[in-house]
Structures are given as C-alpha cells and as structure tokens.
C-alpha cells in the first residue's frame, strides 16, 4: 500500500484506506481480544489448557471445569462458567463438541482450539507489518541524504520522536539521558533517551550502538543487562545488520523502548 492508496479526511488528514477484508480481520482481532480481556476468562482458558495437556482425552464440562477452578481457588457460579465458555468458543479459542451419556442428556465437552490461537498470531502479524508499512509511508520523505537511518521511538513518553542519523556519523549510541545534558557536545550525535526507559542503559555506557560500514547499518550489543531484541528476537550476535521496518526493542515491558528503523 503506497502513499497514494491513503484518503483523507475533512481536516485533510490521512486515514486508513476502506478496506473491507482489512476491516474484517481487524474487528475479528478485536473480538478476541475482548473475550479474553477478563481475569475469569483467561483463567478458564489457562485451565482448559492445562487439563488438555494433561490429559489430551479428558472430558471436560462445565460442571469438571467449575471443579477445577473452585479447587484453585477461583469460586464462579456455573451458570457464569458456560457464559465465558459461550464467549470463548465463538471466537474459536475453545472447540465445543456433544457427548452422549447413556441414560443422561448430550453434555458439550471443552477443549484448546490451536487453530484459533494460529489465527490470533497470523492476525497481530499482519496487523504489525501493516502499522509498520504506514509508519514508513508517512515517515519516508524525511530523508534527505543517501545511506541515512532514521530511529523512530514507537511507545512511552517519547513516542513519535525521530533521529536522522548520517552514514558519516561514526558511532552512534543509543541510552536515556541519565546525567547527561540535551547539549552536551561529546554525545550531541547520539540517541538520548528519556530517563523513564529505567530498563534502559544511560548513553554514558549505551545499552546499544548504531554504526554505518560497508554500505550498510549495523546494531551493536552495549554495556547492557536487559538485552535487545531485533524483531522480537533477542540479539545474539554483536555486529548485526539493521534491514529496513526492523523493530528494534532495548529490553523487555514497560521500562524498555521500541524502536522503528527506517533506511533510505
């Protein structure tokens, strides 16, 4: 999708284009998302899981999976447990098939949906490549030299700032401020971070560092605990090349930062 697929709206700013199958996996993720946007229900699902893994022929009924639950100490009436069961099945996380008793009425077994949880990960995967193709779209025309990276922050206090960084810039260091000033001329080049990344490393002793050799970007592992991930993969080898839309992730959570490479 380039630039030009984008409409606009009475402001004159960009919106997403009307894609109805787009718009059909989106309201589907969403869906799932709400389903399991509640304690009782991810408790279920956990518990179903377990008992599936435990024993993958077990028949588990609602009446077995209050059970279960009021054994691990989460009391829920059993009429509240086939609505969650309801909910969970309609968004395909949960398979629901009749058992005949003899003597008794059919009674609906429970159990994992993998395809359900496959659909969830290809979803937020198309989902993400999407966000990132927009994000690029919209950042591209900041370039202004060959063989430059631009390093977009993507969450936190400092989401949306961009750094151009220049093929002839050498090191470039990545960390929040710690002690350092925004004018401090032996760091002026590199990336400084708001200290609220706490699970980042300070720029004095960058948690990564961004060089440019050979005609390509690399990433450089720095003085760092918590890691970084290219991808939502961790780093294992120092000197590893930056592609363009990589996500990079210095540490994990709420502390860490994420983000956006864009090469030109």
């Not at 919106?15 to 946007?37: C, G, K, R, V």
């Not at 989460?74 to 968004?91: M, N, Q």
Request: proline share 2%.
């Amino acid at each position: 999708m380039g630039y030009e697929d984008k409409i606009v709206n009475k402001h004159g700013e960009p919106t997403l284009p009307e894609d109805s199958e787009q718009l059909d996996i989106l309201d589907a993720l969403y869906a799932t998302i709400s389903a399991i946007n509640n304690k009782k229900r991810l408790k279920i699902l956990f518990t179903i899981a377990n008992e599936n893994k435990k024993n993958n022929s077990a028949d588990l009924y609602a009446s077995e999976i209050r059970r279960i639950l009021y054994k691990n100490g989460l009391k829920i009436s059993e009429t509240a447990v086939g609505d969650f069961l309801k909910r969970l099945v309609a968004v395909d996380l949960l398979k629901k098939e009749k058992i005949k008793i003899s003597g008794k009425s059919p009674l609906d077994v429970f159990e994992i949906n993998p395809m359900g949880f496959n659909r969830i990960f290809l979803e937020l995967e198309n989902l993400r490549q999407d966000l990132i193709d927009w994000t690029y779209d919209f950042e591209k025309d900041g370039f202004d030299r060959e063989n430059q990276c631009k390093i977009t922050v993507i969450n936190g206090v400092d989401g949306g700032k961009s750094f151009l960084l220049n093929c002839d810039d050498g090191e470039v260091k990545i960390g929040r401020f710690g002690q350092v000033s925004i004018d401090d001329p032996d760091y002026e080049k590199d990336i400084k971070l708001s200290n609220e990344y706490e699970a980042v490393t300070k720029v004095s002793k960058p948690h990564a560092s961004l060089k440019f050799q050979r005609g390509k970007w690399f990433i450089y592992d720095g003085d760092n605990i918590n890691g970084i991930y290219i991808n939502n993969m961790a780093l294992k080898v120092s000197n590893t090349q930056l592609h363009n839309k990589d996500l990079i992730k210095l540490a994990q959570g709420d502390k860490g930062v994420a983000l956006l490479c864009s090469l030109n």
